[in-house]
Nanobody, 127 residues
Framework: QVQLVESGGGLVQDGGSLSLSCAASGRTLSMYIMGWFRQAPGKEREFVATISRNGINTEYADSVKGRFTISRDNAQNTVTLQMNSLKPDDTGIYYC????????????????????WGQGTQVTVSS
């Protein structure tokens, strides 16, 4: 199985940027669809972005489209979420997730699909 560790969270002002990283160990990340999810206080976990195994296909939540970019480096076993123009509504714990699949081009927004999760990293955007 794969172990995931997120990093890069922190406190940033409205309009600022952060880059989150998810490092994988245990198995090669190239076998997994990868996703980022977030959970704000008192709210359910929600989808943010996903990327296919080969990195060609991506999907984003409407709330982050045009501001966030998901990418992956299978050789380095890492996935990155670049977050620009951050807003206070982006505040929450951000989780990296992985889904083992044979499909190289598929993405998925469903949290229930993902097999493995990191421990999360806190992102706080101040107004």
């Amino acid at each position: 199985q794969v172990q995931l560790v997120e990093s890069g969270g922190g406190l940033v002002q409205d309009g600022g940027s952060l880059s989150l990283s998810c490092a994988a160990s245990g198995r090669t990340l190239s076998m997994y669809i990868m996703g980022w999810f977030r959970q704000a206080p008192g709210k359910e976990r929600e989808f943010v972005a996903t990327i296919s195994r080969n990195g060609i296909n991506t999907e984003y939540a409407d709330s982050v489209k045009g501001r966030f970019t998901i990418s992956r480096d299978n050789a380095q076993n890492t996935v990155t979420l670049q977050m620009n123009s951050l807003k206070p509504d982006d505040t929450g714990i951000y989780y990296c997730a992985a889904y083992l699949t044979i499909s190289a081009y598929t993405t998925t927004r469903s949290a229930r699909t993902y097999n493995y999760w990191g421990q999360g990293t806190q992102v706080t955007v101040s107004s």
